[in-house]
Antibody
Framework: EVQLVESGGGLVQPGGSLRLSCAAS????????MTWVRQAPGKGLEWVSA????????SYADSVKGRFTISRDNSENTVSLQMDSLRVEDTAIYFC??????????WGQGILVTVSP | QSVLTQPPSVSAAPGQRVTISCSGS????????VSWYQQLPGTAPKLLIY???KRPSGIPGRFSGSKSGTSATLGITGLQTGDEADYYC???????????FGTGTKVTVL
């Protein structure tokens, strides 16, 4: 059974940093690109970042480019999202998901990030 | 601002059929596969349809997907109370070089 478990969320002040992690199990980790998708309170889904299976390529939404960094540890089956220079508008539930070409196959339960003074 | 447009809500009685449209452009739906996601209240999204019209293992045949030009459609037949959820379309946008989602549609079972 595929499992994705996010951790590292919480409350942070504007301008601060936070690091999210996602622990994966139940599938061959290196066979999948991994991605982060977020959902602001009461809003729709927004793609944030993606990283290929062997970390050959990384991509970011314009809204987070230069502030967020995605990485993965294929020996530990984890993917991380380092979030710097956080803004109030980054407040959202962040989901970790597997990515196959253009679809998000499996999703974690999500972790809440709140950016507030 | 999402580049894929969906109706905010659709509703129907139990057992009936609903369709949800997803309108895009040549740089997204018109040139890439579309997927659909179901998000039950308080839960993570779940993949319902991929590659325009394929269902992952375990997804009932009541759910179907289609695409024509720059628009895609999700169909749900035999509507059940458990189908009450938000539904999102998604694809890759070649011009934006980004994954994009639709605005989302809330399905209500009357």
């Amino acid at each position: 059974e595929v499992q994705l478990v996010e951790s590292g969320g919480g409350l942070v002040q504007p301008g601060g940093s936070l690091r999210l992690s996602c622990a994966a199990s139940g599938f061959t980790f290196t066979s999948y690109a991994m991605t982060w998708v977020r959902q602001a309170p009461g809003k729709g889904l927004e793609w944030v970042s993606a990283i290929s299976g062997l970390d050959v390529s990384r991509s970011y939404a314009d809204s987070v480019k230069g502030r967020f960094t995605i990485s993965r540890d294929n020996s530990e089956n984890t993917v991380s999202l380092q979030m710097d220079s956080l803004r109030v508008e980054d407040t959202a539930i962040y989901f970790c998901a597997t990515l196959s070409y253009v679809q998000f196959d499996y999703w974690g339960q999500g972790i809440l990030v709140t950016v507030s003074p | 601002q999402s580049v894929l447009t969906q109706p905010p809500s659709v509703s129907a009685a139990p057992g009936q059929r609903v369709t949800i449209s997803c309108s895009g452009s040549s740089s997204n739906i018109g040139s890439n596969y579309v997927s659909w996601y179901q998000q039950l209240p308080g839960t993570a999204p779940k993949l319902l349809i991929y590659d325009d019209n394929k269902r992952p293992s375990g997804i009932p045949g009541r759910f179907s997907g289609s695409k024509s030009g720059t628009s895609a459609t999700l169909g749900i037949t035999g509507l059940q109370t458990g189908d009450e959820a938000d539904y999102y379309c998604g694809t890759w946008d070649t011009s934006l070089r980004a994954h994009v989602f639709g605005t989302g549609t809330k399905v209500t079972v009357l």
